[in-house]
């Protein structure tokens, strides 16, 4: 996320930190020109102390306090950065409409409140809110570009959400090249910036350079998203070894931590990971920064990613229960932070079997009836529910489940595009795969039997886990076979449209099994059942309207689905070397065995 003055470093400012103190103890002045010099001057003292929710509420203030004076409309986006990076995300969320209908404000800065509350919109679950966001504020940015006078930093911020959006969709080189893009915007503003200011510390400058670190900071997540940490790894380090240098605040410095940490968990570097990830939690909460805003949770993420890495379940159980059970009611926090595959694993790794399985059934269940049986996130589900019964002991039941996971992933040649191995899913999944492999390897070193399809599952699965740390790789390298072979490249093109078409199906029917499931329980209410007959009779109606939409809408879920499987298959057909290279099918223990000469043995490590 794009950073603004609010996260600078305000080490050349005038005042001391015994003058900031005594500034913010000060009552404001009744006169407006003087409230608001006050105002500010308060702000600066906040950020000089960093102390995050008194910076929050006076940059609330004086988004009012500047109405109709010279640069003061900027306080708005300066608000909503503060309140979704320090406080509360989903109130950032909330506060965003207002500015953005608000016509008294300049089109520019509306343009900049909606470009904010989409990115603020990304980082929640629902993409039919997303991609409607998305449409009014890129309408928006178009036209303050092209009226003129819009805020300079409006193009970055709009290149920060363009890739949010390109995240959604999964194609992940398109967003680090628009980062890429953003950070030579960001570079050529902080040197305009500078060449209009003798201070390298002035506010210009600074917030310049706060827009380019935001940049950098999204990059580094992009690049372990496309499966290349050890670059982003370098970008973290080079930003900490400015902060160790006093060159950024502590507040920047505790995000570059937690930006390492992830680069670093996504390289299996846990123990380093997990100092970086507990440095940032510590200096974030000295600062005073809520539970429910966006830096205090991609650091108490990376804690737990950590602890998971390094098998110390009852910590990590410990800290991602101590920090939902910390956060206040905030929606977009809350739905970001909570995720039953973490919720189920952690209460499975710890004893706690009823509450995993409870977990893993009830997402089954909800994910056969938005998807249908054979969709690969509901494999998913199944297989985590495998893991489950298998930590349980249920070893029948769960190999049923690994079944379908193991459909999902290894009898699908696009089954790792479809299960992308990074986030949450990432070292969740891997956690089930790794289960299974141990509970087969015992049984062998035990000189137990092991069941033939085990063996061949186990066989595919290290096989194929293999691959998927080059696959990335590999696939970079087909630029030159797609710049050579046009009918291909308009194949990719077409697979990558309709895998878009089907992650946005999937997600209008997600809102409406949403409102469904909202409209069932408000009939169950005791306040639905004293309503009069007519309002019950209206809502019934209702209901059964949206029960037959979302029944057409899981057809054309269906539909598309099967659309995206016969290109897929088409592809396969008509260019077979290069669907072996990119997406190739795991081969089964009799494929292997004809591949090798009498006397040979294939040996998996």
């Given at each position: 996320m794009a950073v603004t003055l609010d996260e600078a470093d305000l080490s050349g400012s005038n005042l001391t930190?015994?003058?900031?103190?005594?500034?913010?103890?000060?009552?404001?002045?009744?006169?407006?020109?003087?409230?608001?010099?006050?105002?500010?001057?308060?702000?600066?003292?906040?950020?000089?102390?960093?102390?995050?929710?008194?910076?929050?509420?006076?940059?609330?203030?004086?988004?009012?306090?500047?109405r109709g004076r010279p640069g003061g409309e900027s306080w708005v986006t300066t608000y909503l950065n503060a309140e979704f990076t320090w406080g509360s995300s989903g109130k950032a969320l909330e506060a965003s409409e207002a500015f953005v209908t608000d016509t008294s404000l300049s089109l520019g800065q509306r343009a900049m409140a909606a470009l904010r509350q989409t990115y603020f919109a990304a980082q929640g679950n629902d993409r039919a809110i997303l991609a409607r966001l998305w449409s009014r504020a890129d309408d928006l940015a178009a036209q303050a570009l092209r009226q003129g006078g819009?805020?300079?930093?409006?193009?970055?911020?709009?290149?920060?959400?363009?890739?949010?959006?390109?995240?959604?969709?999964?194609?992940?080189?398109?967003?680090?090249?628009?980062?890429?893009?953003?950070?030579?915007?960001?570079?050529?503003?902080?040197?305009?910036?500078?060449?209009?200011?003798?201070?390298?510390?002035?506010?210009?400058?600074?917030?310049?350079?706060?827009?380019?670190d935001g940049s950098m900071g999204m990059l580094t997540y992009a690049?372990?998203?496309?499966?290349?940490?050890?670059?982003?790894?370098?970008?973290?380090?080079?930003?900490?070894?400015?902060?160790?240098?006093?060159?950024?605040?502590?507040?920047?410095?505790?995000?570059?931590?937690?930006?390492?940490?992830n680069s670093l968990n996504a390289t299996q570097q846990f123990t380093p990971a997990l100092a970086a990830a507990q440095q940032s939690d510590a200096m974030l909460q000295r600062a005073g920064v809520s539970a429910a805003s966006h830096t205090g949770w991609l650091a108490r993420q990376e804690i737990v990613r950590a602890l998971i890495g390094l098998r110390r379940w009852s910590e990590a159980d410990a800290s991602y229960s101590s920090f939902l059970a910390s956060m206040p009611p905030d929606v977009l926090a809350r739905t970001r932070a909570s995720d039953w595959r973490l919720l189920a694993l952690l209460a499975a790794k710890n004893g706690r079997m009823d509450e995993a399985l409870d977990l893993a059934e009830r997402s089954l269940r909800y994910r056969n009836r938005l998807y249908g049986a054979n969709h690969p996130l509901t494999q998913?589900?199944?297989?985590?529910?495998?893991?489950?019964?298998?930590?349980?002991?249920?070893?029948?039941?769960?190999?049923?489940?690994?079944?379908?996971?193991?459909?999902?992933?290894?009898?699908?040649?696009?089954?790792?595009?479809?299960?992308?191995?990074?986030?949450?899913?990432?070292?969740?999944?891997?956690?089930?795969?790794?289960?299974?492999?141990?509970?087969?390897?015992?049984?062998?070193?035990?000189?137990?039997?092991?069941?033939?399809?085990?063996?061949?599952?186990?066989?595919?699965?290290?096989?194929?886990?293999?691959?998927?740390?080059?696959?990335?790789?590999?696939?970079?390298s087909t630029a030159r076979v797609l710049a050579s072979t046009p009918a291909l490249r308009a194949l990719l093109d077409q697979?990558?449209?309709?895998?878009?078409?089907?992650?946005?199906?999937?997600?209008t029917l997600n809102t409406s099994l949403r409102e469904e499931d909202s409209l069932y329980r408000q009939a169950q209410t005791a306040e639905f059942k004293a309503l009069p007959a007519a309002d019950r009779k209206a809502l019934g109606e209702r209901r059964h309207v949206l029960h037959d939409t979302v029944k057409s809408q899981q057809a054309d879920v269906t539909a598309a689905r099967t659309v995206l499987t016969n290109q897929r298959e088409q592809i396969a057909k008509q260019f077979p070397a290069y669907a072996d290279l990119v997406t190739p099918s795991t081969p089964k223990p009799d494929q292997l065995r004809q591949l090798l000469n009498p006397g040979e043995v294939l040996l998996v490590v």
């Open positions: 930190r015994d003058e900031a103190s005594r500034l913010l103890a000060q009552p404001l002045p009744d006169a407006p020109d003087a409230r608001y010099a006050a105002l500010q001057r308060q702000y600066q003292a906040a950020l000089l102390l960093e102390e995050r929710a008194r910076l929050i509420a006076t940059a609330r203030q004086l988004v009012d306090a500047g819009a805020p300079a930093s409006l193009p970055i911020s709009r290149l920060h959400v363009r890739a949010e959006v390109e995240r959604w969709q999964g194609n992940n080189k398109a967003a680090v090249a628009t980062l890429r893009e953003s950070i030579g915007l960001g570079r050529s503003a902080v040197q305009a910036a500078r060449s209009h200011s003798t201070s390298p510390r002035d506010p210009g400058v600074l917030d310049a350079y706060g827009w380019l690049l372990v998203r496309d499966g290349r940490p050890q670059e982003a790894i370098h970008v973290a380090e080079s930003n900490l070894a400015l902060w160790r240098a006093g060159q950024l605040s502590d507040g920047l410095g505790a995000r570059w931590d937690y930006r390492l940490a998913e589900a199944a297989g985590m529910r495998g893991l489950v019964r298998l930590l349980r002991g249920d070893v029948r039941q769960a190999m049923q489940d690994y079944e379908a996971l193991f459909a999902a992933t290894l009898d699908n040649p696009g089954g790792w595009l479809d299960l992308d191995m990074r986030g949450v899913r990432g070292y969740v999944l891997g956690i089930a795969f790794d289960e299974f492999m141990r509970f087969v390897s015992d049984k062998a070193l035990k000189g137990e039997a092991v069941d033939p399809a085990m063996s061949d599952r186990a066989l595919q699965l290290a096989d194929r886990s293999s691959l998927g740390v080059t696959q990335r790789a590999i696939t970079d697979e990558q449209t309709q895998r878009q078409a089907v992650a946005a199906l999937v997600g």
